[in-house]
């Protein structure tokens, strides 16, 4: 079962972004499904899902937003880095 979210907003600003009403819609849903993202609260394909899009043209979609497909710390990668060059060492 879904729930529905409600979001007011002026009648003008469709028009003032140069958009129909349903491409606003969508575009502010992307917008939240991005942010949920981006912020860790969501993994790609729950935010996919939340948007109704498959999760690859979400990846893609983040690239308009400014924002990484990768989400992982630097410290992390750091760490998964200097653990794999001691395990390829002892090979």
Known sequence: MNKTLTVEYPETLPDALNM???EFER???????VKLFETGKLSSGQAA???GMPRIHF????QRFGVSMIQTPV?????DI??????????
């Open 20 to 22: 129909s009403t349903g």
């Open 27 to 33: 575009e502010a849903r992307l917008a939240m499904a």
């Open 49 to 51: 899902q939340l948007v």
């Open 59 to 62: 990846l893609y979609e983040l």
């Open 75 to 79: 410290e992390e990668l750091e760490q």
């Open 82 to 91: 200097t653990h794999a060059a001691k395990a390829a060492g002892r090979h």
